[in-house]
């Protein structure tokens, strides 16, 4: 049955946090509504956070999981859950409470003055550690850039987004899963709600790690933008030009019997380091977009499902057929 307010909660293996998660989150939904479900996009989880929600579902039918056969990540999971959603309303947010859920209330109010798309902006970042904070500023920076649509700079998945958007973004067919990227393609009326990022309650994150990080900033690069292939024709030239400005150089210097070293080794050896150590970066950016090409090519489901409690069948499948039609998604 549809519903105002889904939640939509991607996890695996968080089982230290999640008690306390539904805790703080049914008080934030309390005086927000009563007609909310929340939906537990898991990864096959190797502790006893599958347990959890299905005892919690038994005592609350609003508690829902979906549940896929292996391993997908989070930014499948996080479509997974969409995917299956009913609310009028649909909240993305992780279980760790760095992303507040008493934000809730100030989202759905927005929702109801008319924005489409509620995005809670960090001003601050506690609990990363240095070396994030440098690649996610950096990763922003990069992205907006070179992206040929904006996304908003201290942003996560962490938002509010309105039937319709949530429609359109079940429609696209992009394996990638960057749902900030994403939301930003679909476009809709759009507002940012800065806060104060808490540290995590508990535990490390299983999903962004350092890694983690780093593979969806790429993504997010390589997804909205072919800047890169640009520069690799601007770093070409470049290269092309700088050997040109050698020649005269090194010709002034035999000629004025500056040249010390023995008979091309100097030029030899900078130009075969210089020159390798850009066509190297070339190939790997080449070889990314091909990449990516392929994988879109293979048309592979985004995700699997093996479980799923208190969901219907008839829910939208990111374009492909239910299981009903013997197929994935």
């Given amino acids: 049955m549809p519903c105002l307010l889904s939640i939509v909660v991607p996890v695996y293996n968080e089982q230290q946090t999640l008690p306390r998660f539904l805790e703080t989150i049914r008080a934030a939904l309390l005086p927000v509504t009563q007609d909310y479900e929340i939906i537990f996009a898991a990864d096959p989880c190797t502790d006893g956070t599958i347990d959890l929600i299905r005892q919690e579902h038994a005592r ?10 292996r391993r997908f990540g989070q930014p499948a999971s996080t479509l997974g859950g969409l995917a299956y959603s009913t609310g009028q309303a649909v909240v993305v947010i992780d279980c760790d409470l760095q992303d507040p859920p008493r934000l809730i209330g100030d989202m759905v109010r927005l929702w109801r003055e008319g924005y489409k798309v509620v995005v809670p902006q960090r001003r601050s970042r506690q609990g990363e550690t240095i070396i994030k904070r440098i690649i996610a500023h950096t990763g922003y920076w990069a992205i907006n850039r070179m992206s040929t649509v904006p996304i908003p700079r201290n942003t996560g998945d962490f938002r509010l987004m309105d039937r319709r958007v949530v429609e359109e973004l079940v429609k696209l067919r992009e394996s990638h899963g960057f749902l900030r990227g994403l939301t930003s393609i679909v476009g809709f009326k759009t507002i940012l709600l800065p806060f104060e990022r808490a540290a995590r309650v508990g535990g490390q994150g299983k999903y962004n790690r350092l890694t983690g990080s780093l593979r969806i900033g790429f993504n997010g690069i390589i997804a909205f933008s072919d800047a890169l ?29 500056l040249y010390m070293f023995a008979q091309g080794l100097a030029t030899t050896c900078i130009l075969m380091l210089f020159l390798g150590g850009v066509q190297l970066m070339s190939m790997g950016v080449l070889g990314a977009y091909i990449g990516r090409i392929y994988d879109e090519a293979k048309r592979r489901p985004k995700f699997i499902v093996e479980e799923s409690l208190g969901l219907s069948e008839s829910a939208p499948r990111l374009g492909q057929a239910g299981p009903q039609d013997g197929r994935d998604f």
């Fill in 229 to 257: 292939l640009s520069l690799m024709v601007v770093a070409g030239l470049a290269m092309a030009t700088l050997a040109l400005l050698a020649v005269p150089v090194v010709a002034y210097l035999k000629a004025k019997g």
């Fill in 60 to 69: 609350d039918p609003r508690i829902k999981l979906l549940l896929f056969s």
